[in-house]
Every structure is written in structure tokens, then in C-alpha cells.
């Protein structure tokens, strides 16, 4: 009998002894793709701001393009922002590609061996790095494209002022 108890136990902690690392892996895994998740919504977030951008800047433009501007800068200014919102539409398709990759081996994550879970979790990784880089990128460039808009609406109405004042004298 005590010897019986003594091979289960030692069947026992073989059994617990050898963990090949998967658990961590499937641990990180499962982070990893909380942290798509969360990418993801900040994904949907910019691309809506990109979006409700893309028609201010139309309507400026357009706004622009029906009267006589004094200042050319402002032309070159929308010209440089268009070449931005392009970019931020280029950098977001590239992202979708990105998260719906890694969306596809949350699927078949199981399946990998153990080195290859490490290879695709360290590129995710890396690509969830670069994202959350060009989604901060991003953001700061739309800023400074709404700030500009802002800028240049407020000059244009104070050419405005100033040509009304000018010709009611």
C-alpha cells in the first residue's frame, strides 16, 4: 500500500512538474488580446475622428475655394492637412489588417507549438507597440489639423471684419 500511495504520489508531481510553459503562454495570450480589444476601440474612436475631420476640412475647403483669400498659406496649409488625413487613412487600414490578424489566431492559438506561440505572441506584441505609437501619432496630427481649421477660420473672419470696416469708411 505505501508503495502504491508513493508511485501516485510521484506520478502526482511529475504530472505538476512538467509544465511546459504553455499555461503562461495561454496566460499572456489572453492579455494580449484584452489589449486588442482595447486597441481596437481606440481604433474605432480615431477612425470616427477622422471621419468627422475629413468633413470639417471639406467644408473649410470649400468654404475657401467660393471667396477671394488674401493669404495663400492657408491654401498650402489644407493642402498639407489633406496629405495628413490620407495617412491616418492609410495607417488605419493597415491597423484593421493588423487587429484582424490577430483576431484570426485567437482562434487557433491552441493548435501552435509552444514556440510558436512564443514567436506569435512576441509579434503581436511589437505590432500592438506600433499601433498604439501611430494611434498616438495620430491623435496629436488631428489636433494640430483642428487647431489650424480653428486658426485659419478666425483670420478669415478677421479679413473679413477688417474689409467691411475698410470699405463702409
Known amino acids: 500500500m505505501k508503495k502504491l500511495t508513493f508511485i501516485f504520489a510521484l506520478v502526482a508531481m511529475a ?72 495617412k491616418h487613412e492609410g495607417m488605419l ?8 490578424g490577430h483576431s484570426e489566431l485567437r482562434s487557433n492559438f491552441n493548435s501552435l507549438s509552444n514556440d510558436e506561440k512564443r514567436a506569435q505572441l512576441d509579434a503581436m506584441k511589437d505590432v500592438h507597440d506600433q499601433i498604439e505609437d501611430d494611434h498616438g501619432t495620430i491623435r496629436s496630427e488631428q489636433e494640430t489639423m483642428r487647431n489650424e481649421h480653428e486658426s485659419i477660420r478666425e483670420n478669415w473672419r478677421n479679413q473679413e471684419t477688417e474689409t467691411e470696416t475698410t470699405t463702409t469708411q
Do not use: P
Open 15 to 86: 504530472f505538476t512538474s512538467c509544465d511546459d510553459g504553455s499555461k503562461n503562454l495561454a496566460e499572456e495570450h489572453d492579455r494580449l488580446m484584452r489589449d486588442n480589444d482595447s486597441i481596437q476601440k481606440v481604433h474605432s474612436e480615431l477612425q470616427s475622428d477622422l471621419q468627422a475631420l475629413r468633413t470639417e476640412h471639406q467644408s473649410l475647403s470649400q468654404e475657401l475655394s467660393t471667396r477671394a483669400i488674401e493669404d495663400s498659406t492657408w491654401l498650402e496649409d489644407l493642402a498639407q492637412h489633406e496629405v495628413l488625413l490620407q
Open 93 to 100: 487600414t493597415g491597423h484593421e489588417q493588423m487587429i484582424q
